[in-house]
């Protein structure tokens, strides 16, 4: 038995493994995509991904697949609050460790987790056994599958719904200690092109006044606009939103405070002077925002990711 407390430990372990079966079962996973690529060069590689509280990205799932890797099976367990929250890495024919790291890049960093290697080919074959147990369960689901396609969409949805809601909790800090939390993923993004006309303003204070105590004036609030049918718009109501042009100037964190929607367009208000709990000073990314500001628009991304904010500092 040995215990497993820094990355080079595992990172050399990796590098030993060749023609071998490699099974991962972690809770949530983020930002591992190039140790998957890797081990699957010269191995079997089987990584069954948990949905509790939908903490892993769907950008890391879409990165997968879109990878391509042929020796790779993904699976993902569909079953949310009771889908697996295993940390466990098994490697043939004997080689089980288990402990306390997802399969996260902080996880596997092994900067604040632990693993124990225990070299045994009986306990290697009961998790072996109990990994076909899981794979047997109805929504865990192959990523080739029929179904995995509508599951994942259902997912993406609950996957912002969970990633606004922790960002709406946070407390402002600094970007370095939103990065050291890999809950923290991702965050609604959004991006204008243009400047709205008067004729929408008027609009809008028509279709709030007297619903809003706060709204006493077309001063009351900051106006955006959104045209997408009632049931498409991939913000939610009391959701924290990065919010700048399409050149990434004017970043800025807003609180869509109240949603309206009439005619197709979707009117977003942020209330003036309501506390905004932004997660960290948004100026620490704001040069870098204006970099990749053309690619998020041409990508028509309403969620900044995690991998994008590390873009943006230059990681």
Same mark, same amino acid.
């Not at 045994?120 to 192959?142: F, M, Q």
């Given at each position: 038995?040995? @215990?497993?407390?820094?990355?080079? !430990?595992?990172? &050399?372990?990796?590098?030993?493994?060749?023609?071998?079966?490699?099974?991962?079962?972690?809770?949530?996973?983020?930002?591992?995509?190039?140790?998957?690529?890797?081990?699957?060069?010269?191995?079997?590689?089987?990584?069954? @991904?948990?949905? @509790?509280?939908?903490?892993? =990205?769907?950008?890391?799932?879409?990165?997968? @697949?879109?990878?391509?890797?042929?020796?790779?099976?993904?699976?993902? !367990?569909?079953?949310?609050?009771?889908?697996?929250? %295993?940390?466990?890495?098994?490697?043939?024919?004997?080689?089980?460790?288990?402990?306390?790291?997802?399969?996260?890049?902080?996880?596997?960093?092994?900067?604040?987790?632990?693993?124990?290697?225990?070299? =045994?080919?009986?306990?290697?074959?009961?998790?072996?056994?109990?990994?076909?147990?899981?794979?047997?369960?109805?929504?865990?689901?192959?990523?080739?599958?029929?179904?995995?396609?509508?599951?994942?969409?259902?997912?993406?949805?609950?996957?912002?719904?969970?990633?606004?809601?922790?960002?709406?909790?946070?407390?402002?800090?600094?970007?370095?200690? %939103?990065?050291?939390?890999?809950?923290?993923?991702?965050? *609604?993004?959004?991006? %204008?092109?243009?400047?709205?006309? *008067?004729?929408?303003?008027? &609009?809008?204070?028509?279709?709030?006044?007297?619903?809003? *105590?706060?709204?006493? =004036?077309?001063?009351?609030?900051?106006?955006?606009?959104?045209?997408?049918?009632?049931?498409?718009?991939?913000?939610?109501?009391?959701?924290?939103? +990065?919010?700048?042009?399409?050149?990434?100037?004017?970043?800025?964190?807003?609180?869509?405070?109240?949603?309206?929607?009439? !005619?197709?367009?979707?009117?977003?208000?942020?209330?003036?002077?309501?506390?905004?709990?932004?997660?960290? !000073?948004?100026?620490?990314?704001?040069?870098?925002?204006?970099?990749?500001?053309?690619?998020?628009?041409?990508?028509?991304?309403?969620?900044?990711?995690?991998?994008? +904010?590390?873009?943006?500092?230059?990681?």
């Amino acid at each position: 038995m040995k @215990i497993f407390d820094n990355f080079s !430990d595992l990172e &050399q372990l990796f590098d030993s493994v060749n023609n071998s079966k490699i099974t991962i079962v972690s809770a949530f996973a983020s930002g591992t995509e190039s140790i998957i690529i890797n081990l699957a060069t010269t191995n079997k590689v089987e990584l069954i @991904i948990g949905t @509790i509280n939908s903490f892993s =990205s769907p950008k890391y799932i879409e990165n997968l @697949i879109e990878s391509k890797t042929e020796n790779l099976s993904l699976y993902m !367990d569909f079953r949310y609050g009771m889908s697996t929250h %295993w940390k466990l890495y098994l490697i043939e024919p004997n080689i089980v460790l288990i402990g306390s790291a997802n399969f996260t890049s902080l996880g596997v960093s092994l900067k604040r987790d632990t693993l124990v290697r225990i070299d =045994s080919e009986e306990l290697y074959l009961e998790y072996i056994s109990k990994v076909e147990n899981l794979k047997s369960e109805p929504l865990v689901l192959n990523s080739e599958s029929k179904e995995f396609n509508q599951k994942f969409n259902l997912y993406r949805q609950s996957f912002i719904e969970s990633q606004s809601a922790n960002q709406a909790g946070n407390i402002k800090s600094n970007l370095q200690t %939103w990065l050291a939390d890999d809950h923290n993923q991702a965050i *609604p993004l959004f991006i %204008w092109d243009s400047d709205i006309e *008067p004729e929408t303003y008027e &609009q809008a204070f028509i279709l709030i006044e007297g619903k809003e *105590p706060e709204v006493e =004036s077309k001063e009351s609030y900051r106006l955006s606009t959104y045209k997408c049918k009632a049931n498409e718009l991939p913000y939610l109501e009391g959701s924290l939103v +990065i919010t700048m042009n399409e050149k990434g100037s004017y970043a800025n964190f807003e609180r869509f405070d109240r949603i309206l929607y009439k !005619d197709g367009i979707h009117y977003l208000y942020s209330f003036k002077g309501k506390r905004k709990n932004a997660p960290f !000073d948004i100026t620490e990314i704001a040069s870098g925002l204006k970099l990749i500001a053309n690619e998020l628009y041409e990508n028509d991304q309403t969620v900044l990711y995690r991998e994008n +904010i590390e873009k943006a500092l230059g990681k």
